[in-house]
């Protein structure tokens, strides 16, 4: 055959090796179900995401990393629904399984690390999505272990940047706004916020890294809710929305980050769309991810951003009737979030009382101070 097929043969053989020695993440046909997969739950495709992980399973049988999205599944449906638990149960089966699975065949660093840090991160983030801060600060301990690895095969493996970056930004974040916590966060390594979004940034550029959409997503949450940076949010919220138009959560940021840069009209337009989309498919609430692709849950908060932008404006009437249809469709809801519900009925409050209406709005305050669920810093008066 000539020098020319004994290079391209010894070139072949040489791509085989480092094919059997690359961990199966980083094998071509895995990799290219994985995101396949990952890509239709954002899409809220749950039903097509679970046959991928079904396939990922019958191809290359029981493995970690294909029961951690699979967890990941989970958590992103109780993210878009925290008004049911009924994912709660298959999400914590799917952790004890991947916890399983790692421990009997860990075999690379990155199952040890990337996949076992994400894993303790999904706990972590479960209890922070349900509210309990002080429980999920603590739950955060068990990433100790494990950050000393992230750290050494960070430069060789650009997924564990994502999890590098969320502990620096929120390690710092949190020591520096929530006093109570810093007895607890004295004993962590440090953390920095700008390294933390720095490596978040690097991780959403990166179209073949498993974590791009979980980065986008947190930059787009970081900059909208703790950075107070809107302007930043919208960036990535937009970007995220225009590659999954059919994700109410990332849509519904979206219209946050712009009510908060006060571009109230854009907001509408961007929430509305998605409003007559859940009125079209839910004509009985609560719908939810159980069985439809329109939560009752989002509905909630999109009738009360919609109420708020409305309000800025001063169109107060029809402000109040989208408020009015955001507290029906509370009613239907008896475990929607107490923190999120309290957030909303002070923004009904307010536009009571803009309106003249002081009795009305002192009225759903003392609802908000009642409750001994909601946190005490939701339950002081009403500023303008």
Known sequence: MGPLWDRAKTTLCLCAVALAQAPLPYQPTYRSQALQALQALYAMEFDRAERLFDRLDSLFGPYAGTSYLRALAYSWRIELDPSTTWFDSFWEKELKRTDSLLRCCTAHPLETYFIGFGQKALEVRRLYVRGEILPSVWKARELLSLLDGIRRYVDKYPEMEFELGLYEYYIDYFSNNYPIMRPILYFFPKGDQNSGLARLERCARDSLNYTQYEAAYFLGYIYLYQAKRPAIAVHW???????????????????EALYELKQYEEAQKVIKEWIESYEQHCPHPPCYLITRKYPTAEAVHAYGLLGMTLREEKKYTEAQAAFYRMETLLRSLPRFPAPSWARLMREFALLEKRMGNSRAAEARLKLVQARNDVPSYLKGPLSD
Not at 237 to 255: E, H, I, V
């Open 237 to 255: 919220l937009q970007y995220l929305s225009r590659l999954f138009p059919s994700n109410p959560l990332f849509r519904r940021m979206w219209a």
